[in-house]
């Protein structure tokens, strides 16, 4: 559309539109209200689409939920994800993704289960604490004009078709695997190759039904299988469509409970969902395009089997939240943005590479590479080589805005994702996490005082300009150190022994808590300091 088509007139003024009211999407407007900004979020549905979907997400998006003030309520209808077995051919254990042991690095459970309309229902509950923030169901987006310092977008009321005119400084597509904006954008996508028909279904346990305690992959070539423990009596089953079925075939409820009962006696179970899923592995190429983003499934789609759709979504935006705020309020220059897409494709890319990798061992058709395969994995799981923790398979980030070294290469604990220890400010205080003490901003966290009194004037005053945040880690009651300084203790030593693990004595890390670099002198502190205020951009050089 022509800029000269655009309505003059506009009804609504506002920092961010987010097109989208899912999960990354309602994540995203808490996070910019909790910052103060005005935003308006639109999505077609009128409500929450009341059966489960996403089903589990890891200990990142409870920190993110943390932060927001919801983590406390959504675990209240959660529970820790159990484990997963891998079972082969002849029924054998040939792999395993278990829960790491505590204590747990963030503070959170490794992973949890949840019901996908109870957690989005928290969510938009938290949105609707912000009189800044707007949230307009059965609203559908039409187009959208870059303009400058701004972006001009149509959006429709459904109920009478009445089409309005939002003026924002920034536009966030949280749209879905079908995205409107995505595609008025034309963003080129990457096919990962992978491409399967699955049925999900669904079901509420009535009675006593005879199921393992674990979740459970079924690498079978006979009928490849997903065997998911949901919370409370929820119990979900993936089941691969085999060669010459298609999606009609299971049309008929009487088909799904047929092939459903290769996998559980059925008698006691409570029909919840059925759906039937193409599942993909798609990375789009281009997530930003001027003052428009893309976020969750607008900008990837991942196969299931690593349980992190919803998880990327969340750390989406995330990463997004805290660049817009940093922009806006003239902390940053808007080059920030561009990290957006350059530190979240890769990251992207390489869990929904794992995600297809494990799709590929569980769907094996062919009974005698199926044999092959049992025997590889059940060796490499006896022998103790075989990574045995999902959230290894989670990487840290690899480019963006975090430290490198002259050679180009990574600083030590560069780009990883700050720990999360239990923590206190006085030896009277309860046990908290880090960050309701830290709050979620720029640190600089240090095991020496000294260091921290030896900073300069000016060091502090940049540091305070970006709203950082100075942290001395030691035992309570603490030597004396300047009053802008916040002192705590630690519970389990887990951010001492990671600071020696990368012989260092300090860290920076950003305010989605993922470390910009690690110091083993206070020269290289105030540097790492120094180098990440240059990145940001200086107060004169910002353009909000």
């Not at 996998?263 to 592995?281: G, I, K």
């Not at 998880?311 to 902390?331: E, F, H, P, S, T």
């Not at 995600?355 to 199926?370: Q, V």
């Not at 709203?467 to 887990?494: F, I, M, Q």
Request: glycine content about 8%; overall charge negative.
């Amino acid at each position: 559309m022509a800029v000269n088509d655009f309505p003059v007139a506009v009804d609504m003024t506002t920092d961010v539109l987010i097109v989208g009211y899912g999960p990354s999407g309602a994540t995203l407007a808490n996070l910019l209200g909790c910052r103060g900004h005005r935003v308006v979020v639109i999505d077609q549905a009128l409500q929450i689409y009341d059966k489960p979907r996403a089903i589990t997400a890891d200990q990142e998006a409870l920190r993110i939920f943390q932060e927001i003030g919801l983590a406390d309520e959504i675990t209240r209808t959660t529970t820790p994800h159990p484990g997963t077995d891998f079972v082969g051919v002849k029924g054998q254990v040939i792999k395993r993704f278990y829960p790491a042991d505590p204590p747990n690095p963030l503070a959170w459970d490794p992973s949890f289960m949840f019901v996908q309309p109870q957690l989005e229902a928290t969510l938009r509950q938290g949105v609707e604490r912000f009189a800044h923030v707007t949230a307009l169901t059965g609203h559908g987006f039409l187009d959208q004009q870059q303009l400058g310092d701004h972006v001009q977008a149509r959006i429709k009321r459904l109920s009478d078709g009445q089409v309005m005119t939002v003026q924002a400084r920034y536009v966030v597509a949280a749209d879905g695997a079908t995205s409107t904006v995505r595609k008025q954008l034309g963003s080129p996508i990457e096919d990962l190759a992978f491409d399967e028909w699955w049925i999900v279904v669904d079901a509420w346990i009535r009675g006593p039904v005879q199921l393992p305690e674990r979740c459970v992959q079924y690498c079978r070539p006979s009928r490849p299988g997903t065997y998911i423990v949901g919370p409370a009596n929820l119990r979900r089953w993936e089941i691969k469509l085999m060669p010459g079925e298609t999606p009609q075939d299971f049309a008929d409820p009487a088909a799904v409970w047929r092939v459903l009962g290769e996998f559980v006696e059925t008698s006691h179970l409570d029909h919840c969902r059925t759906a039937v899923y193409r599942f993909h592995a798609l990375v789009v190429e281009q997530w930003r395009q001027g003052r428009v983003f893309l976020m969750g499934d607008a900008a990837h789609q991942m196969p299931p089997f690593l349980g992190q759709g919803l998880g990327a979504g969340v750390r989406d935006a995330y990463n997004l939240a805290w660049k817009l705020d940093a922009v806006m309020r003239g902390q940053a220059h808007d080059a920030l943005l561009d990290t957006y897409g350059e530190e979240r494709k890769p990251h992207v890319r390489t869990v929904v590479a794992h995600a297809k990798t494990f799709g590929l061992i569980i769907g094996e058709l062919d009974p005698a590479r199926a044999r092959v395969r049992d025997q590889q994995l059940e060796a490499e799981l006896l022998s103790g080589q075989a990574v045995t923790v999902r959230q290894k398979f989670i990487p840290g980030l690899a480019c963006g805005l975090i430290h490198q070294e002259s050679d180009g290469l990574l600083s030590a604990g560069a780009g990883a994702l700050c720990i999360q220890p239990w923590a206190r400010a006085s030896v009277a205080d309860p046990w908290r996490r880090l960050d309701d003490l830290t709050g979620a901003r720029f640190m600089v966290l240090s095991t020496s005082a000294q260091w921290l009194a030896g900073l300069s004037a000016q060091d502090v005053s940049d540091w305070q300009r970006l709203g950082g945040v100075l942290v001395l880690l030691g035992t309570l009651p603490s030597a004396a150190v300047p009053a802008h300084v916040v002192c705590v203790e630690e519970r389990d030593g887990l951010m001492a022994a990671w600071l020696r693990e990368h012989a260092a004595q300090a860290l920076v890390a950003r305010p989605d808590h993922y470390v910009y670099g690690t110091a083993p002198t206070p020269e290289g502190m105030s540097r790492l300091m120094q180098e990440l205020s240059s990145a940001l951009g200086s107060p004169s050089s910002v353009a909000a």
